[in-house]
């Protein structure tokens, strides 16, 4: 009821006020694909900024403009990650993991990381930052109802004080109770960036400091699936079904000081030019599982969930994961020929714990890994006409191996027709947590030397305005992944030991994904099909043959055009398939053989509505858990949400 009130109380005021305004006719029309620059009136001489002066810059310097219109596209990414998250499963709570259905979402890089998986879904990478300009103060508010208490929010704000000088500073922060025992998450994510360039453009730089901070209650899952599907009203509160553990938590933090800086050499831009490029990159990561309660209760049984424990009491197991990265090159600019860089790394790394163990039959787990990288390589830039191409081979020149291939190609046919290919070669370092782990269960503690994984994919994409289509195809050797390796006496007895394993074999992995969407007058069906296909010896990379997201909907305009809304049904579903299990102890999920989820069917109903500049979500997700079979579920032992309404809304101010 709340939520409708705070609607209520939000929405009517903005309807009486927005009759008010009359939008000059050299302004920009709100009902157009963009929103009008300001809400104020203008004088009869002002100017008004238009939309392609407020721009959104990648690392890649692949540039986009601010877009205040109310599409599906951007109602799909009205989450906690502002993305769209077709292929990934969430679990019941927001801000918790994800269970991967496609693959390929995957990024690779082949320099190590420390690994914990799991939980970096929320972790903001470098190359997710964005650097802005703008040619009036912007300022984005972002709201999101969660699941029981808490709310979900992203502000931010960018300004020039210069045409040659941007700040920006954002903040998201996430608090979510759930529905189910010891499953609270709080998150935060602070950016700060700065974009400077001199008049002449000799000079440019883009840089940000990131902290972040996600905190987790970790509860292990249900202990007894089959009261979940029961449907016994006594368990339709969710607080009454057992778990495996009531006060273990998650802890994952991080901090970086990341710039990308360039100089020209050559005083002024001409049609030959050299610059001296330098990229550096320091970041800080703390990962922290802890446990008060070691022994689990199970229908008023003891039960060691993950075997065996050095300590009978507060296991609070740490790990500590400092890089540094330097990167230097030279490039050489030419109108007609295109961008020629040549480069040389430095990659410096130390992932590490506080002590040494040492085992009765004399094995030894050290307390540290520490890495030097050193890489040389070259990338060709080429945009000319219809054409544009960026290919990037890397290698290393220390002992360790390593190598990167990279090529990307595209090719527009006009303007609304564009062919994308790919190919990319990674031999890539094993994530620290695989070759090494502590931890005061004895059975979770490891070293080891494993092999350089090889990724070698290749892709094509058609975005055309009467379909887009992917196709991808991907082999992998010496895959990397977490398996469970409980005995069966310990799986009788509820004991989950899992460790990292790597497979000798080659996994062959195909995707194809199409998408389109029809148009009925105010309807619209809006239709994305992922098939999959993987062939492999053994049950090692696990996701379903087919995924399909279906939304049918009605869209138009009310109140003299003051109101733009849509409202429809998303039907979301997955064939069955042995999806992966969740580990809190280690962050990862691995791959299982005895349990498959999915072949049931998600239909949330919603109601999307735009005001100037400010954009209104009203959705009911999984309408169809109030009447359906409770077999739903986003890993073994842990159900996927139930029916809930949320609220959101995102809205734009240009000053």
């Known amino acids: 009821m709340r939520i409708f009130i705070f609607l209520y109380l939000l929405v009517v005021p903005t309807l009486l006020f927005s009759q008010e305004k009359i939008v000059p006719k050299n302004g920009l029309d709100m009902n157009t694909k963009y929103s009008s620059i300001t809400d104020t009136l203008k004088k009869k001489k002002s100017l008004v900024a238009t939309i392609d002066q407020y721009q959104i810059i990648a690392l890649e310097h692949d540039t986009t403009y601010a877009d205040t219109s109310l599409t599906l596209k951007s109602a799909y990414r009205q989450n906690h990650l502002r993305k769209d998250t077709f292929g990934l499963l969430p679990f019941s709570n927001i801000g918790q993991n994800y269970n991967t259905l496609q693959y390929n979402l995957t990024s690779f890089s082949p320099y190590p990381e420390i690994g914990f998986k799991a939980k970096h879904f929320n972790y903001m990478e470098a190359n997710e930052i964005k650097y802005y300009s703008a040619a009036t103060p912007l300022t984005e508010l972002f709201f999101n109802t969660t699941i029981n208490k808490g709310q979900n929010v992203d502000s931010f704000i960018t300004l020039n004080t210069s045409k040659n000088l ?18 609270l998450v709080s998150a935060g994510n602070f950016r700060f960036t700065t974009s400077y360039a001199t008049t002449d453009r000799r000079y440019a730089l883009n840089a940000h400091f990131v902290s972040q901070d996600i905190s987790n209650e970790e509860n292990g899952g249900i202990t007894t699936p089959t009261d979940f599907e029961s449907d016994n009203k006594d368990y339709k509160n969710r607080q009454r079904l057992q778990v495996y553990l009531t006060d273990a938590k998650s802890f994952l933090k ?7 800086h360039a100089f020209r050499i050559n005083p002024t831009n001409g049609s030959n030019n050299l610059y001296i490029t330098h990229q550096f990159n320091y970041e800080y990561k703390f990962f922290e599982y802890n446990q008060p309660t070691v022994i689990s209760t199970v229908d008023g049984e003891p039960v060691e969930r993950f075997g065996e424990s050095y300590a009978t009491s507060n296991i609070n197991d740490q790990t500590r994961f400092e890089k540094l990265y330097n990167k230097v090159g030279a490039t050489y600019e030419n109108s007609l020929l295109g961008k020629f860089n040549f480069f040389i790394d430095d990659y410096r790394s130390n992932y590490k714990y506080d002590r040494i163990i040492v085992f009765k039959d004399g094995r030894t787990i050290p307390d540290n890994i520490y890495q030097q990288i050193n890489n040389f390589g070259g990338q060709y830039e080429y945009q000319k006409n219809k054409w544009n191409g960026r290919f990037l081979y890397s290698r290393s020149i220390t002992d360790v191996s390593l190598s990167d291939l990279d090529a990307k190609l595209r090719y527009n046919l ?64 010496d895959h990397l992944y977490f398996a469970d ?61 087919f995924v399909t997201r279906n939304t ?81 579920f986003s890993a073994p032992n842990n159900p996927y949400r139930d029916f809930v309404i949320r609220f959101g809304l995102v809205w734009n101010f240009f000053q």
């Not at 920006?168 to 025992?181: F, K, M, Q, V």
């Not at 991080?254 to 990308?260: H, I, M, P, S, T």
């Not at 069966?488 to 030991?497: D, H, T």
Request: no cysteine.
């Open 166 to 183: 941007n700040f920006s500073i954002a903040y998201r922060g996430l608090r979510s109770e759930g529905d189910y025992i010891n499953q």
């Open 485 to 545: 390796v409980s005995s069966p006496l310990e799986i009788a007895n509820q004991i989950e030991i899992i460790n990292p394993a790597q497979y000798g074999n080659a996994i062959n992995y195909l995707t194809i994904k199409a998408s389109r969407e029809f148009k009925f007058g105010p309807f619209g069906f809006d239709n994305t099909l992922l098939y999959q296909k993987v062939d492999q010896s053994d049950l090692i990379l696990n996701v379903p043959d």
């Open 254 to 260: 991080g901090r970086r000081l990341f710039f990308d």
């Open 414 to 477: 006009n303007d609304k027709i564009q062919f994308d290919f790919r190919y990319r070669n990674v031999n890539k370092l094993p994530n620290n947590n695989y070759n090494l782990y502590q931890s005061s269960y004895v059975k979770y503690n490891w070293s080891h030397s494993y092999k350089n994984e090889k990724i070698n994919t290749l892709s094509a994409n058609v975005f055309t305005p009467w379909l887009n289509a992917e196709v991808e195809y991907s082999v992998l050797k």
């Open 552 to 632: 049918f909907y009605y869209s138009g305009y009310f109140f003299k055009k003051a109101l733009y809304m849509q409202t429809g049904v998303i039907f979301n579903y997955f064939t069955k398939y042995y999806g992966n299990g969740y580990n809190p102890v280690v962050g990862e999920f691995f791959i299982q053989k005895n349990e498959k989820i999915g072949g049931y069917p998600l239909f949330d109903l919603f109601v999307n509505a735009r005001i100037r500049q400010t954009r209104f979500y009203l959705k009911a997700e999984h309408v169809n858990a109030i009447f359906s079979k409770s077999d739903y």
